[in-house]
C-alpha cells in the first residue's frame, strides 16, 4: 500500500495567515492525489484534485502544488470558515489511503 | 444537488451483522462507481472499496475483504455495505462516497459502535 505522512497533524493560525499544509507519498504517484476539507459533523468537501486543480465552487485562495512525491495545500489568507480539519487522499493505487488529516484553529 | 445519506448504523453487539445503506439523489446513480469508506475514533481515514456502476466489478482494502460486502441497487439509487463478525475494531464512522477515479461527493457519514 502506498503510504501517505501529513503534516502538520495540528495547526494554529490566526486569520489572514497564510497556512501550509503537506502530504508526503511513499512512492511516486505522479498528481493523483486530492485535498478534502471536513467540518465537524458534515461530510468531506473536495477542495483540490489532481494535486493543482480547484474544485468548482471552492474559494481561490485554496490552491495545490507538488512536487515529486510532495504535495502542498496553501490557504493564502485565512479567513474564519476555513477552520476545519484537512486531509489528502492518494487515488494512484488501490487500495487509495489517506494522509492523517490536519486540523486547523484559530490562534 | 448531489446528496448521499447513510443509515443503518447504531450499536451491535460482537460478532454480529449490520448492513448499511447509502440513499443517493440529485444524479445519475447508475453512471457512478460508488464507495465505503471508514473512520474510527481518533483514528485516519480507511478506505473500505468500491462498487462499479453495473456491479461487476468489486474492489477491498484486501484486510477486509472476508468481512464486508459492497453491493447496489440501481433502481432504488442506494448502496449497501454488509458487515459481519464485527469486532471492536469495526467501531467507527462509515462514509459512502461517489466517484469514478476518485471521491467527489461524500455523505455525512453514519455512526456504527461494537460493543457488548
Known amino acids: 500500500d502506498i503510504q501517505v505522512t501529513q503534516s502538520p497533524s495540528s495547526l494554529l493560525a490566526s486569520l489572514g495567515e497564510r497556512v501550509t499544509i503537506t502530504c508526503q507519498t511513499s512512492?511516486?504517484?505522479?498528481?493523483?492525489l486530492n485535498w478534502y476539507q471536513q467540518k465537524p459533523g458534515q461530510a468531506p468537501m473536495l477542495l483540490i484534485y489532481y494535486a493543482t486543480s480547484l474544485q468548482t465552487g471552492m474559494p481561490s485562495r485554496f490552491s495545490g502544488q507538488y512536487s515529486g512525491r510532495s504535495f502542498t495545500l496553501t490557504i493564502t489568507s485565512l479567513e474564519p470558515e476555513d477552520i476545519a480539519n484537512y486531509f489528502c487522499l492518494q487515488h494512484y493505487s488501490a487500495p487509495w489511503t489517506f494522509g492523517g488529516g490536519t486540523k486547523l484553529e484559530l490562534k | 444537488e448531489v446528496k448521499l445519506v447513510e443509515s443503518g448504523g447504531g450499536l451491535v453487539q460482537p460478532g454480529r451483522s449490520l448492513k448499511l445503506s447509502c440513499a443517493a439523489s440529485?444524479?445519475?446513480?447508475?453512471?457512478?462507481?460508488m464507495g465505503w469508506v471508514r473512520q474510527a475514533p481518533g483514528k485516519g481515514l480507511e478506505w473500505i472499496g468500491e462498487i462499479n456502476q453495473d456491479s461487476s466489478t468489486i474492489n477491498y482494502t484486501p484486510s477486509l475483504k472476508d468481512k464486508f460486502t459492497i453491493s447496489r441497487d440501481n433502481a432504488q439509487n442506494t448502496l449497501y455495505l454488509q458487515m459481519s463478525k464485527l469486532g471492536s475494531e469495526d467501531t467507527a464512522i462509515y462514509y459512502c462516497?461517489?466517484?469514478?477515479?476518485?471521491?467527489?461527493?461524500w455523505g455525512q457519514g453514519v455512526m456504527v459502535t461494537v460493543s457488548s
Open positions: 440529485g444524479f445519475s446513480f447508475n453512471d457512478y462507481w
Open positions: 462516497a461517489r466517484g469514478d477515479y476518485y471521491p467527489d461527493y
Open positions: 512512492q511516486s504517484i505522479s498528481n493523483n
